[in-house]
């Protein structure tokens, strides 16, 4: 999937990772009471390695966490959550519009491609 991400967030030449757990509503919701104090379910969660982004050769993003209990749109989920990992955050509207601009033009680019492939 990353492969049919836009080229700046392929980090080309640098070993770039992250983690991704697939989990069931009854864990995130745990796992979301734990870490933000919300209990209640959600279709993702993210943690970021680092607040801010610094990308050297080697890099670790963080982790993702993702209910496939929303398998009609685990890929919009993935992209919103590696998004989170690069920094991008929602809590007033300015900083939502950036956010869901980039995953709007992520998923734009591989949306054709992936279901070819799927």
């Known amino acids: 999937l990353l492969k049919l991400f836009p080229r ?3 980090f080309v030449g640098k070993k770039v990772s992250l983690t991704i757990l697939l989990s ?5 919701k745990k796992l979301n009471k ?13 943690f970021p390695s680092e607040k ?7 890099y670790y993003l963080g982790d993702i ?3 496939l209990e ?9 992209i919103h959550g590696f998004i989170h990992l690069l920094g991008y955050d929602h809590v007033n509207f300015k900083d939502f519009k950036k956010m869901i601009n980039e995953e709007n033009k ?6 054709a491609r992936f279901t070819k492939i799927v």
């Open 106 to 111: 992520i998923y734009k680019t591989i949306d």
């Open 34 to 46: 734990k870490f933000r104090n919300k209990n209640k379910a959600t279709d993702i969660l993210s």
């Open 8 to 10: 700046k967030y392929r």
């Open 65 to 67: 966490i993702i209910s």
């Open 70 to 78: 929303f398998k009609k749109k685990v890929v919009r989920i993935f």
């Open 24 to 28: 069931n509503n009854k864990n995130i």
């Open 52 to 58: 801010k982004l610094n990308i050297k050769k080697f």
